[in-house]
C-alpha cells in the first residue's frame, strides 16, 4: 500500500518541506512539499536523495552492553538497569551533549532529566560548536541569540551581505531565494570569503579576506560608512547605546589601513560599505519602503579563537546602519543542523533554562513548581570545556545522545584519548559511529521517520515531523529512552516518576510550550491547522512573528560593543607547516557524513576527501590535479585528493570537514577555543600538503584509536 506521510527534512537548518512516499513500510522516495512556506517547494540534493539512511542495515536495533570488553545485544530492562544503577554514582561528575538532529520534544526530555534526575546544568549540543559565539554576541548586543528575520526578507531586501559561509553547499534553498532576488529583483549582492564560492559569480563585490582577519574588514566596512555619512543616525540615536566609544575604536584606523590587514582592496570595501549601509532600490520595492539590507553569517565567522568578536563587529554594522526590525532586513547566523535552533529553545545549553530564561530565582521558582523539585541554580559547563575536563575528574561520566564527538571535537587524537579515560559512557544513536565504538552501553535510537515531534528552523519556525515508516528493531525515540531510563532513577533521587511519564509527543511539547513564552501559543492542534508557526508566539491567537526587533530589543536599546582585530589565529604557519587550513562543507554531504557516507547515491558523487590547494602552491609541491596528497598538522593527518584552483588564496588550503576513507579534517584542527563561547578554532590552523608516497599509503587519522577493555 502506497503512502505520503508530510514532514520536514532532517538535515540543515533551512526546514524544507518534505513528502515521505511509502511503499510496504519501505521509503520508496522523497518529494518536496509546495505548501511549506520556508521551502516553496523546493529541496537540495540531500533532502530529496539523502533519507535511505533511515532504512540502512547498518542501523542500531538492539541495545548494546560491554562484557569482557566487547559490545554485545542485551534486553531494554537490562540496558536501562545498568545506565540507572551507574549514572546513580555520577551525579556530582556528570555531562550530556544532545543532538540537534533530534526533536525539539527529545531536546526538552533530555535537559529536564539532566537538571532534574542528575542535579546538573552540564548539558550542551553542537551549537558549541557552530554558532555559540553569534548566540553570545547577540545576547549581549541585543537580548536574544535567534535569526532576526525570515527567509522572504532574503528576496525582498534591496542587499544581501553573505559573510563567512557557502550557502550553495550549506542551505542551497536558501541560495536559490537569494539568486533569485539578485536575478528577478536587482538585489544588490556583497559576497566575503576566503574562497570563492560558486555564489560569487553573482555578486557585485567579491572580497577575499586573509583567514582569521573578520573584524578588520567589518571595522573596514564601518569606517567606511562612517567616512561617507552613511549612518542611519535616528536609529543610532532613538534606539542605541555604546555608540561613541564604539566609534572611536573604528576610527583608530583608515579604511585603506583596514582593507591592508585583511588583504583586500579598499576601494572594492568602500563598495560593499556603501551597499549595505544605502543600497539602492531592488526592483518592486513599495514607494512607503525604505531600502533594507540583509546580513547573514556562517562558520566562516565563528569558529575562530576570537568568533565573539568577529560576531560583535557584524552586528555593530547592523546598528549602524539601522537594518533591523523591518521588512527587507536583519541579521542571520545560518544555522547548520536541523534543529539546533530548537535544541537551544528547548534549552539543552548550559547556561540558561528553555527559552532562554536565566536562573533567576523566579525563573527557576516557576520550573521547579511545575516539576515539584529542585533545580540547580549554577550555570553548567559548556561542552568544549566537558571534554577537556575529563583530563581533571571533573566528568567522570557522560551520556551522548545523536552526537559523534569523535568526529566532531577537534584534534580527534587528543578527543580520542580523553573519551577512553571517562569511567562511564552511554551513546544513544542510529548508528555504532566512532564514539559509540567506545561506549559501555549503546541505546538504539529511531530516527526523524520514525516518530513525531517539531524541528524549529533558522527562522524561528516550528514545524511539525511525522512518523513516515515503522521503527527499526527495538529502537526508540530519544524522549521515551530518557523517560523510561528517569522513572527508573527517580525515587533514588527525590523526584517523582510521574514527572517523565508522557503519553505522546503531543504532551511533551505542551509542557514545553507552557514554561516558555515565546512558544507558549504554538500547539500540535495549531499545527496541523496552520502548518508552521514562527516564534515568538506568546498567545493561542498570534499569528507568529515574521521579523524580530519591529519596535525595541528585548535588552532594551540596542548596544555598540567596540572590538579591534587580534591576531588571526592561535597557530600560524612556519616553516614546517607552511600553509593556512580553512575547513567547511560539500553539497553532497552533512557535516562529519555518519548519515550521508550511508547514501550510495551521495557517496558516489564524493567518496573521498577533496584538499583544494592553489595552483602557485601546487606547482611548487609538484602535485597535480587528482592527485592523491596528505595533508599534516601538529595534531595528525589525512589522505584526500587534490584540487587545484584558485577559488582558495594562495597560502590556503580547503578541507570539508566530513570523513571519507578514514580522513576527516578534525585529525588536523586545533583544540584552542574562543572566549566565552568556548567554541574551538576549526578555521585556521598550520599544515603542510605533500603528495603521497607509496609508504603513506595506509596513512589515516591521528593516534590509533583503541577500545575501551573494561
Partial sequence: MERKTVSTCPFCGVGCGIVVHTRDDRITWVDDDPANPSSRGMLCVKGRFGIPF????????????????????????????????????????FGSFASAKATNED?????????????????????????SPSVEAMLVQLGSGATSNSYIDYEEASCLVVVGCDPDSNHPVIASRMRKAVDDYGTKLVVVNPKRIDLASRADVFLQPAPGTDVALS???????????LEDRGFIAARTEGFEAWRAVVMERTVEEYAQACGVDPHALRLAARLYARPPARR?????????????????????????????????????????GRPGCGISPLRGQNNVQGCGDAGCIPDSLPGYQPYRDDVAARFEEAWHAGIPREPGIKATDMVERIATG?????????????????????????????????????????????????????????KDGTFTNSERRVQRVRQAVPRVGQSRADWEIICDLARRMAPHVGVDPGQFAYRSAADVFAEMAWLTPQLRGISYERLEREGGIQWPCPSPDHPGTRYLYAESFPRGLGKFVPVRQAAPAAELPDADYPLILNTGRVLYHWHGGTLT???????????????????????????????????RSRRGRLTGRAVVTDAVRAGSVFVPFVKLRESAANFLTNNAYDEPSRIPEYKVCAVRVEKKRPRDSALTGGQPTASRDR
Avoid at 415 to 437: C, I, K, N, P, S
Wanted: proline share 5%; aromatic share 4%.
Fill in 219 to 229: 571595522n573596514g566596512m564601518a569606517r567606511a560608512i562612517l567616512d561617507e555619512g
Fill in 284 to 324: 518592486g520595492l513599495p514607494a512607503d519602503e525604505r531600502p533594507g539590507s540583509c546580513l547573514a553569517w556562517g562558520m566562516g565567522i565563528t569558529q575562530h579563537t576570537h568568533g565573539t568578536d568577529n560576531a560583535h563587529a557584524l552586528i555593530n554594522l547592523a546598528l549602524l546602519a539601522g537594518h533591523l
Fill in 597 to 631: 557516507r550511508r547514501v550510495q547515491a551521495l557517496l558516489d558523487q564524493v567518496s573521498e576527501v577533496p584538499v583544494t590547494i592553489h595552483p602557485g602552491d601546487a606547482e611548487r609541491l609538484g602535485i597535480a590535479d587528482g592527485d592523491e596528497v596528505v595533508v
Fill in 107 to 131: 531536546a526538552f526530555v533530555q535537559q529536564k532529566f539532566v537538571r532534574l534526575v542528575m542535579g546538573t546544568n552540564n548539558i550542551d549540543h553542537c551549537t558549541r560548536l557552530c554558532h
Fill in 394 to 450: 571533573e566528568i567522570r561520566a557522560m551520556y551522548i545522545v545523536g552526537e559523534n564527538p569523535l568526529l566532531s571535537e577537534p584534534n580527534l587524537a587528543h578527543a580520542g584519548d580523553l573519551f577512553r579515560r571517562l569511567d562511564f559512557l552511554v551513546v544513544q544513536d542510529l548508528f555504532l559511529h566512532e564514539t559509540a565504538e567506545l561506549a559501555d552501553v549503546v541505546l538504539p535510537a529511531c530516527s526523524f521517520a520514525e
Fill in 54 to 93: 533511515v532504512q540502512h542495515p547498518d542501523r542500531l536495533t538492539t541495545p548494546l552492553v560491554r562484557r569482557d570488553g566487547e559490545l554485545q545485544p542485551a534486553s531494554w530492562d537490562e540496558a536501562l538497569d545498568l545506565v540507572a544503577e551507574r549514572l546513580l554514582d555520577y551525579r556530582g561528575a
